[in-house]
């Protein structure tokens, strides 16, 4: 039976879906860090996106001189859209105060015939939330592999009005951006953001009208291999780190959602490779039988009380 479990720790809380193994929320001093749900998500709030981030363009790709269509879950685009395991239960394997720790064997099938063993840990402490994941092939040929998260981060009021009044910046430590076609397909190789509208470079900008639906790469690091991305408001910023596993960022500014959620939140959704990984090939992972592979990335918060 679907479950939601309740972490602590210090003035931090929070909750993990077994449906899905995804984030439901993410608290400091009862104020969300997160774009909260509680029975059913919207727009992949908090999911976790695996065997692949992002799409699969046409719904179909080739791998090791076969070809395997999945089934089209943006009809839109025409797309297979993040993955096979956010509608899965996910098996609790430890449960503390503090953290928990799912698991989920899948089975592979038509379209994605590669058997799969995932596990994810969520951590409080008092920096925040980390969320460690590994994946280990459990089947006899090489699979493909992607991965990526899908948490919004909020600063307690919707974007759209703090940006209105520039109160809402927003700090990407990336050198390129992935343009795109209109089905949000990569078009050609990354290109510098240099001068341009996606140059969100630290100390970051005003946030304004700007619109992203974009994959961001080239991300600077601190010593310890971290990428940060920062959204700061009027009392206090919310950043969203990740490490070397995840080479990718992407931003979705929710300009396509409807009424009060549109422009609320930003997606910031780690990923290990890019939109259309799958056909490109481009980052990636090709999991030997037996092999695995590790990933963390985690949400923090600062200058609650005072300016950011």
Same mark, same amino acid.
């Given at each position: 039976?679907?479950?939601?479990?309740?972490?602590?720790?210090?003035?931090?809380?929070?909750?993990?879906?077994?449906?899905?193994?995804?984030?439901?929320?993410?608290?400091? %001093?009862?104020?969300?860090?997160?774009?909260?749900?509680? !029975? *059913?998500?919207?727009?992949? #709030?908090? #999911?976790?996106?695996? @065997?692949? +981030?992002? *799409?699969?363009?046409?719904?179909?790709?080739?791998?090791?001189?076969?070809?395997?269509?999945? $089934?089209?879950?943006?009809?839109?685009?025409?797309?297979?859209?993040?993955?096979?395991?956010?509608?899965?239960?996910?098996? +609790?394997? $430890?449960?503390?105060?503090?953290?928990?720790?799912?698991?989920?064997?899948?089975?592979?099938?038509?379209?994605?015939? &590669?058997?799969?063993?995932? /596990?994810?840990?969520?951590?409080?402490?008092?920096?925040?939330?980390?969320?460690?994941? %590994? $994946?280990?092939?459990?089947?006899?040929?090489? $699979?493909?592999?992607?991965?990526?998260?899908?948490?919004?981060?909020?600063?307690?009021?919707?974007? !759209?009005?703090?940006?209105?009044?520039?109160?809402?910046?927003?700090?990407?430590?990336?050198?390129?951006?992935?343009?795109?076609?209109?089905?949000?397909? @990569?078009?050609?190789?990354?290109?510098?953001?240099?001068?341009?509208?996606?140059?969100? *470079? +630290?100390?970051?900008?005003?946030?304004?009208?700007?619109?992203?639906?974009?994959? &961001?790469?080239?991300?600077?690091?601190?010593?310890?291999?971290?990428?940060?991305?920062?959204?700061?408001?009027?009392?206090?910023?919310?950043?969203?780190?990740?490490?070397?596993? &995840?080479?990718?960022?992407?931003?979705?500014?929710?300009?396509?959602?409807?009424?009060?959620?549109?422009?609320?939140?930003?997606?910031?959704? +780690?990923?290990?490779?890019?939109?259309?990984?799958?056909?490109?090939?481009?980052?990636?992972?090709?999991?030997? =039988?037996? /092999? *695995?592979?590790?990933?963390? &990335?985690?949400?923090?918060?600062?200058?609650?009380?005072? =300016?950011?």
């Amino acid at each position: 039976m679907p479950e939601v479990l309740e972490l602590r720790h210090g003035d931090h809380r929070a909750t993990v879906h077994t449906t899905g193994a995804a984030l439901g929320s993410l608290t400091r %001093e009862g104020r969300d860090l997160v774009w909260p749900y509680e !029975r *059913r998500p919207e727009a992949f #709030q908090g #999911q976790v996106l695996a @065997p692949w +981030p992002n *799409r699969v363009g046409g719904a179909r790709y080739r791998f090791e001189g076969d070809e395997y269509r999945l $089934a089209v879950t943006e009809p839109g685009t025409g797309a297979a859209l993040h993955g096979l395991v956010h509608d899965v239960v996910w098996e +609790p394997l $430890a449960v503390a105060g503090h953290e928990v720790r799912l698991g989920t064997d899948l089975r592979g099938g038509e379209g994605y015939p &590669f058997p799969l063993r995932l /596990e994810i840990g969520y951590r409080l402490d008092e920096a925040g939330l980390t969320v460690t994941t %590994e $994946a280990a092939n459990t089947g006899t040929d090489t $699979a493909p592999f992607g991965l990526g998260f899908h948490p919004y981060l909020t600063l307690g009021a919707p974007l !759209r009005d703090l940006a209105a009044r520039d109160a809402a910046h927003l700090s990407v430590p990336a050198r390129t951006y992935q343009p795109a076609d209109d089905r949000l397909l @990569p078009v050609g190789d990354p290109v510098p953001v240099e001068g341009g509208v996606f140059d969100l *470079r +630290p100390p970051g900008r005003a946030m304004g009208g700007t619109v992203l639906d974009t994959a &961001f790469t080239g991300l600077e690091r601190d010593g310890d291999g971290r990428a940060w991305v920062w959204l700061s408001g009027p009392d206090h910023r919310v950043g969203l780190w990740c490490d070397r596993s &995840f080479g990718w960022l992407q931003l979705f500014s929710a300009d396509t959602l409807d009424g009060g959620d549109r422009r609320a939140h930003l997606a910031v959704e +780690p990923m290990t490779c890019p939109p259309d990984a799958f056909n490109s090939g481009t980052g990636l992972i090709r999991l030997a =039988p037996g /092999e *695995r592979t590790r990933h963390t &990335f985690g949400i923090t918060s600062a200058g609650f009380g005072t =300016p950011s």
